[in-house]
């Protein structure tokens, strides 16, 4: 077994605190990633505060994560010692069902694997990135290009594929409208990446302080949704809207932004589920959807279109040992907008 430094939460309600772990020694089919980098995702806070329910303990918490690879199985044959690899949300599925077989492990019929606050078919608990090691299946062991920052790269593992997954189902482009709601994590880079699409993309905003950095970050144009005037030229006006928010809202305000056969694309998961009003759907043919992350070649496809087009997070770098106070910062929306564990701090 390997011997591993984290940092762990022993329960919901304690912070979190450094911890000494076991991990696996890397199999014949895995590699051993030397964690340089892993992105804080607001989806740690509530499992580690077990608002989802379900979460076990001792949690090691992390999903976006980049290093390089120290060793690797005997049978491992698209990795090398010293390559950069990434690994995201699931570090295993059943492989087995038709969505494995298709490239969507997101939604393996048995359940993937998270990559931590997950078990291992033996029953063995997963540990994710705020540690100093990680052996994964290469199968589920992504390519990292050498071209960008690596601190800048780790919320693609997340942030990244979450928004451009359904932007490729849905196949947006020139053309097509796309309202943004909700400028944080995720919503960040959906304008990145809806703009190098060359969809004319407007960020949708509660906050008129939001305007500037929507337009540096690549929006073409910017509405406040509590200006009621304001607003009225954006009714049956998008062919889609990304919404990201995860705080209570009123989805069939937005539904009414849509044009006919316009699509609402849920990414974000408000507290309660939200009251749906029928006769929004039904009067112009609109349409409700979700979306979760990307299986790997979907997620290796979004790491190599980012590296081609130059497209990472906005991220603020911090040592592991501040990691409570980023999830307190988190809660507040003070960050812009990803924040980013330099694991040389552990």
């Known amino acids: 077994m390997l011997s591993v430094k984290g940092f762990a939460a022993q329960n919901e309600t304690n912070p979190l605190s450094p911890y000494s772990f076991e991990r696996k020694e890397p199999g014949e089919h895995d590699v051993l990633i030397d964690i340089l980098y892993c992105g804080v995702c607001h989806s740690d806070i509530h499992q580690v505060r077990n608002e989802w329910g379900g979460s076990i303990y001792p949690m090691v918490p992390g999903h976006e994560i980049v290093g390089k690879i120290s060793k690797i199985g005997s049978n491992v044959t698209g990795f090398k010692v010293g390559d950069l690899a990434g690994v995201g949300c699931f570090v295993d599925s059943c492989r087995t069902c038709e969505n494995c077989k298709n490239d969507l492990e997101q939604y393996c019929e048995k359940g993937m694997v998270g990559t931590y606050n997950g078990r291992y078919a033996d029953g063995t608990p997963t540990y994710g990135g705020y540690s100093g090691q990680i052996a994964v299946d290469e199968k589920y062991t992504l390519h990292i290009s050498e071209k960008l920052p690596l601190e800048k790269v780790a919320p693609l593992l997340c942030a990244g594929i979450t928004t451009y997954s359904p932007l490729r189902e849905w196949k947006v482009g020139k053309g097509h409208k796309v309202g943004i709601l909700g400028l944080g994590g995720l919503g960040h880079m959906a304008v990145k990446l809806a703009a190098s699409m060359g969809a004319e993309v407007t960020m949708l905003s509660t906050s008129p302080s939001k305007r500037e950095d929507a337009t540096r970050l690549g929006a073409h144009k910017f509405a406040l949704t509590s200006d009621v005037e304001g607003m009225k030229e954006y009714m049956n006006y998008f062919d889609f809207i990304i919404d990201t928010v995860s705080a209570p809202h009123d989805i069939n305000f ?50 190599d279109y980012c590296a081609e087009h130059n497209i990472t997070s906005d991220v603020e770098v911090i040592p592991i040992q501040d990691i409570n106070t980023a999830y307190e910062r988190m809660l507040k929306g003070d960050v812009r907008y990803r924040f980013v564990i330099d694991m040389a701090s552990l």
Not at 265 to 288: A, C, D, Q, T, Y
Request: net charge positive.
């Open 254 to 303: 937005y539904l009414q932004l849509l044009h006919t056969d316009g699509t609402l694309i849920l990414l974000g998961v408000p507290p309660e589920s939200p009251k749906l009003e029928i006769f929004n759907l039904i009067m112009k043919r609109r349409r409700v959807a979700g979306s979760l992350i990307g299986g790997i070649k979907e997620t290796q496809e979004m790491l």
